[in-house]
């Protein structure tokens, strides 16, 4: 099987793992990149070949690994390129699947979703299969051999639940950042302490990818507004909204 990664970054970088590893004798790998010395880099760490557009071969696989905001302009550069099969680990998944149905609509098709940086593998992948097949089927095991959990859902319930699971939780953890004064160690107590560890986990990240989300989401107006009826509200006020808050 051929494949090819569109994007060389973290999320493209983990897919050549995935098909290096587990498909390694099965596999011609190759890695395409905006930014050429990036797809060389990836191609150079995996054994891989490096294209440069997407006339120069076709895939068997052509898998999407480009930020929130190009994946359907991706998707549609890349699709000629795929002989059989096109998926994308993008981050959201009605767009993507939209393109791909409009631009490769007699290939299989399928979005993966990742639900955890690749340094924190293994973990829990999200997946709508909208055309499967024998590629889709051999990237799904290749994906829980390396110990991850498949998780089937519509496209429609992945993006609605990364509102809460993404754009709403990093807009409160970061919110909270913003507004703590520092704190001795010794005073924190095991719930500021944890959030303190949650703050450093999410700026440890790229802030260009945690924007692309709160871009792609809503959920930081809902997250400011919940702040708003805390402060504002008198103590029999708060104890209502603490009490749903635990519901």
């Known amino acids: 099987m051929n494949a090819l990664v569109v994007g060389a970054g973290a999320m493209g970088q983990w897919l050549g793992d995935v098909l290096s590893a587990e498909l390694a004798s099965e596999v011609s790998l190759a890695f395409a990149d905006a930014d050429?010395?990036?797809?060389?880099?990836?191609?150079?760490?995996?054994?891989?070949?490096?294209q440069a557009a997407p006339g120069d071969a076709v895939a068997d696989l052509v898998c999407i690994a480009v930020p929130i905001p190009a994946a359907s302009a991706a998707i549609e550069t890349w699709?000629?390129?795929s002989g059989s099969?096109?998926?994308?680990?993008t981050g959201t998944m009605a767009a993507p699947l939209d393109a791909m149905r409009e631009h490769a609509p007699d290939r299989e098709r399928a979005s993966f979703h990742p639900l955890f940086a690749p340094a924190h593998e293994p973990g829990n992948v999200?997946?709508?299969?909208?055309?499967?097949?024998p590629h889709v089927d051999r990237l799904?095991?290749?994906?829980?051999?390396?110990g991850n959990a498949l998780y089937d859902t519509t496209a429609s319930e992945h993006d609605e639940a990364m509102e809460t699971v993404q754009a709403k939780t990093h807009a409160a953890v970061l919110?909270?950042?913003?507004?703590?004064?520092?704190?001795?160690?010794a005073l924190h107590t095991p719930i500021s302490a944890g959030l303190q560890d949650l703050v450093e986990q999410v700026t440890g990240g790229d802030p260009r990818v945690y924007g692309d989300i709160q871009a792609a989401f809503d959920g930081a107006d809902d997250v400011a507004a919940a702040a708003r009826r805390l402060a504002d509200a008198d103590k029999s006020a708060f104890e209502r909204l603490y009490e749903d808050a635990g519901e």
Do not use: T
């Open 36 to 50: 050429r010395q990036a797809a060389e880099a990836a191609a150079a760490s995996h054994d891989a070949d490096v």
């Open 175 to 185: 919110a909270y950042a913003l507004a703590a004064d520092p704190v001795p160690d």
């Open 79 to 81: 699709a000629p390129a």
């Open 126 to 133: 999200a997946v709508v299969v909208d055309g499967g097949g």
């Open 140 to 146: 799904r095991d290749a994906i829980q051999a390396r």
């Open 85 to 89: 099969a096109i998926v994308d680990v």
